[in-house]
Antibody, heavy 121, light 107 residues
Framework: EVQLVESGGGLVQPGGSLRLSCAASGFTFSSYWMHWVRQAPGKGLVWVSRINSDGSSTSYADSVKGRFTISRDNAKNTLYLQMNSLRAEDTAVYYC??????????????WGQGTLVTVSS | EIVLTQSPDFQSVTPKEKVTITCRASQSIGSSLHWYQQKPDQSPKLLIKYASQSFSGVPSRFSGSGSGTDFTLTINSLEAEDAATYYCHQSTSLPFTFGQGTKLEIK
């Protein structure tokens, strides 16, 4: 059974940092691209970042570029999101999601339960 | 950025009713359009991938259609457990985007 379990969320002051983790199990983690998607309270889903299977390629939404860093440790089956210079508008539930590529086509099939990040003084 | 616009934003429906949710893309995305269901305090669950392919384990009352810029999610014979917010999502080009969501309330 595919499982994705996020952790690391919490309350942080504006300008602060936080590192989220996503522990994967039930599949060969090193074979899949992974993504972060966030959802502000009461709002819709917003794609944040992605990383390829070996960690050599990353992409970011403009809203987090230069502040967030996605990475992974395939030996530990864990995905990370380092978030720096946090702003109030980064307050959201952060989900990790598995990306499945078929040729040039991608879909996200499994998502974690999410971890809440609150940026407030 | 590809903008996805869903309609309606909200719909109140009775059990056994047929529901149709539409998603329009601001430019052609072929069939790279997916539908998710999100219940309160839960993570999104994949229902339909590539416009019309049902994901494993999804009840047969859920179906999808469309290509290019216009897509539809249909729920036949709605059940009480289908109360949720439904999102469309495109994975053709970065940044990947989602529709604003359609909230279904069961009367």
């Amino acid at each position: 059974e595919v499982q994705l379990v996020e952790s690391g969320g919490g309350l942080v002051q504006p300008g602060g940092s936080l590192r989220l983790s996503c522990a994967a199990s039930g599949f060969t983690f090193s074979s899949y691209w992974m993504h972060w998607v966030r959802q502000a309270p009461g709002k819709g889903l917003v794609w944040v970042s992605r990383i390829n299977s070996d960690g050599s390629s990353t992409s970011y939404a403009d809203s987090v570029k230069g502040r967030f860093t996605i990475s992974r440790d395939n030996a530990k089956n864990t995905l990370y999101l380092q978030m720096n210079s946090l702003r109030a508008e980064d307050t959201a539930v952060y989900y990790c999601a598995r990306g499945v590529y078929s040729g040039n086509y991608l879909h996200h099939d499994y998502w974690g339960q999410g971890t809440l990040v609150t940026v407030s003084s | 950025e590809i903008v996805l616009t869903q309609s309606p934003d909200f719909q109140s429906v009775t059990p056994k009713e047929k529901v149709t949710i539409t998603c329009r893309a601001s430019q052609s995305i072929g069939s790279s359009l997916h539908w998710y269901q999100q219940k309160p305090d839960q993570s999104p669950k994949l229902l339909i991938k590539y416009a019309s392919q049902s994901f494993s384990g999804v009840p047969s009352r859920f179906s999808g259609s469309g290509s290019g810029t216009d897509f539809t999610l249909t729920i036949n014979s709605l059940e009480a457990e289908d109360a949720a917010t439904y999102y469309c999502h495109q994975s053709t080009s970065l940044p990947f985007t989602f529709g604003q969501g359609t909230k279904l309330e069961i009367k």
